[in-house]
């Protein structure tokens, strides 16, 4: 019956497959142009440090290598490096370690601390419930701007500023975007499976973890999967809050500063940031569809 | 039969596993968003030599806004600019996108997924990738040539008469991913039957998007608009990639960043500027505040249909 509906839905007069056909010519182009420069930047990668410079004198800078120079991205894991506030320097595979526990700790920490209070507040009746609902609604929509002095001394004063606690320390917020989407999700599940699971002795958090919390994976998985990818191609948090530990892109950031002294190094430069789009990708290759069918009004399904 | 005081500790059990699980996250709110910005507010009536209470950052802060070369007026111009740039150009677009992929246009699902690449990949490759496509050597300079045009030999980012405009171009070219996933998503959730019925009675294309799915998905439409609002002061493009502020290209949000950062050696150095950082953060959060609060209002006024 769908499939009935569908084809009539998309059955188009000539008049209408001529607009489709210009709008199927601009996306192509634009699909193009998205495309090509990462082409460009993958020859650039692949060449020799002088032919890049003749290159891009000759105003030649998207043509591909005379010889493809695939020791560039090894180079580029080997000897690309970036200087930390102590005069460390931290290579590539570093960062990219960095990336990883950085991301995984700060979107973790987010994704958890949203499930705890968007479930209580779903599902349980308290005081002072509407006073934290109406805080994760307010702190949201409310447009602050310029406190980016006040966070930093903040984390000084506590202690976690340019630490390995920090992901944790400011990703562990229990509201926003996250809170927002999984308050709608707790509130559509029933709570007949946690009378059950009462009626057999088990307490408050068995239903917690073990009946509500796994049927929210999706839902959760979902979201970590969008803050992953923020948060991986993050670069002004890091640079202002972690500089000891920089990441693939804060760490990039700082490697390209230093490039200005030294241009034959920019094929290099490429390879590390074609290295540094595989893993984004590869995780997006994976689960577009999770992303893509979660997606609907508002943000995600609810 | 459960008695009074079995229920009675039920419940104290409940509201200890309750506060139990609020506790931390609240913590971490009242620490990194109430205290930060009471904070924020204090530095901002705070003289950056003496400590004392002064009123002096917002006398700067009004001169740095008003005198011709001002770095805050210049941020401030370059900020609208983005803005108005989300608010007329991308949002719409990604709206129409949205309806063609939604349509099922050929290739709709590579499309889908390469108009969304901007979103997925890092700042530092999409700038890298975009500076070298409309570099001096890059791939448009090679198509102007043909046509008998050039892009100046200095580059389009050295210059201040077309920094800006390159970096907004970068911004309405990689802008559309996300808004476009959310119209797609509200689209998708249109009833096939109301759509059906329409096509039947020779509903046309225009037709069938201006006056059926775009009322709607009024409400994805009202999010995107709000959230597009309360950005206002925040709209910036990835200024610290491309110039790091030069040929005037500065906005709000990059002017806070490079004010705090310092120097860039090791985060935030620049520990004189975070007074008037907090002046002029207050000072925009005051008129931000009640602007996208009554843009809310409007918003919520707005008749939406149930479906």
Redesign the interface.
């Known amino acids: 019956m769908?499939k009935k509906?569908?084809n009539?839905?998309?059955?188009?007069?000539l008049?209408?497959k001529i607009?489709?056909g210009i709008?199927?010519a601009s996306?192509?182009l634009?699909?193009l142009?998205?495309?090509?420069?990462?082409i460009?930047?993958i020859f650039?990668s692949l060449k020799d440090g002088m032919e890049y410079i003749d290159?891009?004198?000759?105003?030649?800078?998207?043509y591909p290598p005379k010889t493809p120079l695939f020791s560039n991205y090894w180079d580029s894991l080997t000897t690309m490096k970036a200087m930390?506030?102590v005069g460390e320097y931290v290579y590539l595979p570093m960062m990219f370690l960095n990336s990883i526990w950085y991301t995984c700790l700060f979107v973790g920490a987010g994704v958890f601390?949203?499930s705890?209070?968007a479930?209580?507040v779903s599902k349980?009746k308290?005081k002072g419930r509407t006073v934290?609902d109406g805080?994760a609604v307010f702190?949201m929509?409310?447009?602050?701007?310029?406190?980016?002095?006040?966070?930093?001394?903040?984390l000084n004063f506590?202690g976690v500023y340019?630490t390995p606690l920090l992901p944790i320390?400011?990703g562990?917020?229990?509201?926003g975007f996250n809170y927002l989407v999984l308050r709608g999700f707790f509130s559509n599940l029933s709570w007949s499976y946690a009378e059950s699971v009462f009626v057999d002795g088990g307490?408050?958090?068995t239903v917690?973890f073990k009946i509500m919390l796994p049927q929210a994976v999706p839902c959760l998985l979902t979201l970590f999967l969008m803050a992953f990818?923020t948060t991986?191609?993050d670069?002004?948090t890091l640079?202002?809050?972690?500089?000891?530990y920089p990441s693939?892109?804060s760490g990039?950031?700082l490697v390209?500063?230093s490039l200005t002294r030294d241009p034959l190094g920019y094929p290099t430069y490429?390879a590390g940031?074609?290295i540094?789009?595989i893993p984004?990708?590869t995780i997006?290759s994976i689960f577009?569809d999770t992303i893509?069918a979660n997606?609907?009004?508002?943000?995600l399904k609810g | 039969m459960v008695n009074k005081s079995q229920a009675s500790q039920f419940k104290k059990?409940?509201?200890l596993?309750?506060?139990g699980?609020?506790a931390?996250?609240?913590l971490?709110?009242i620490?990194?968003?109430f205290?930060?910005?009471l904070?924020?507010i204090k530095?901002a009536f705070t003289d950056a030599r003496t400590n004392q209470l002064t009123s002096r950052n917002f006398n700067l802060f009004w001169e740095y806004l008003t005198s011709p070369y001002g770095e805050i007026k210049i941020a401030l111009s370059n900020t609208l600019k983005y803005f108005s740039t989300n608010f007329i150009i991308i949002n719409p677009i990604s709206c129409i996108?949205a309806y063609?992929l939604y349509?099922?246009?050929?290739?709709y699902k590579?499309?889908?997924?390469?108009?969304?690449?901007?979103?997925?990949?890092?700042?530092?490759?999409m700038v890298?990738?975009?500076r070298?496509?409309v570099?001096?050597?890059?791939?448009i300079?090679?198509i102007l040539?043909i046509f008998g045009g050039s892009i100046p030999p200095e580059g389009l980012f050295a210059r201040n008469e077309t920094a800006t405009n390159a970096i907004l171009a970068y911004t309405v070219?990689t802008g559309c991913s996300v808004n476009m996933?959310?119209f797609?998503?509200?689209m998708?959730?249109v009833p096939?039957?109301v759509?059906?019925a329409a096509?039947?009675d020779g509903c046309?294309?225009f037709k069938e998007l201006t006056s059926i799915i775009l009322p709607l998905?009024l409400?994805?439409i009202c999010?995107v608009i709000?959230i597009t609002c309360?950005?206002?002061?925040?709209a910036s493009g990835p200024i610290?990639?491309f110039t790091r502020g030069a040929c005037n290209t500065t906005t709000?949000a990059y002017w806070?960043?490079a004010?705090?950062?310092g120097d860039?050696?090791?985060?935030?150095t620049a520990k004189s500027?975070?007074?008037i950082?907090?002046?002029?953060?207050?000072c925009?959060?005051l008129v931000?505040?009640p602007l996208?609060m009554g843009i809310?209002r409007l918003m919520e006024k707005l008749p939406t249909a149930e479906y």
């Open positions: 769908k509906d569908e009539i839905i998309n059955r188009r007069s008049q209408e607009i489709f709008v199927f996306f192509v634009y699909a142009s998205l495309l090509a420069p990462f460009s930047l650039n290159h891009a004198k000759l105003k030649q800078s998207f930390n506030s601390a949203s705890l209070t479930y209580v349980y308290f934290i805080i702190s929509t409310i447009p602050v701007i310029g406190t980016t002095a006040a966070m930093l001394k903040m506590v340019n320390f400011i562990f917020g229990g509201f307490g408050d958090l917690f990818i991986w191609n670069y002004q640079l202002l809050y972690m500089p000891d693939l892109s990039l950031y390209e500063r490429y940031l074609v540094s789009i984004i990708i997006f577009s893509m997606f609907t009004v508002g943000g | 059990k409940q509201i596993f309750v506060w699980m609020i931390l996250p609240l971490q709110w620490i990194c968003w205290i930060v910005n904070s924020s530095l996108v063609f349509k099922k246009i050929a290739g590579i499309f889908r997924v390469v108009f969304y690449l901007p979103a997925i990949v890092s700042s530092v490759a890298e990738a975009y070298q496509f570099g001096p050597g890059g791939l300079n090679g040539n070219w996933l959310l797609m998503g509200a998708t959730r096939l039957e759509l059906e096509k039947l046309t294309s998905i409400p994805t999010t709000t309360t950005n206002v002061f925040s610290l990639l709000i806070i960043f004010k705090v950062y860039g050696v090791s985060g935030g500027n975070y007074n950082v907090s002046c002029a953060g207050l925009f959060t931000g505040a996208i809310r």
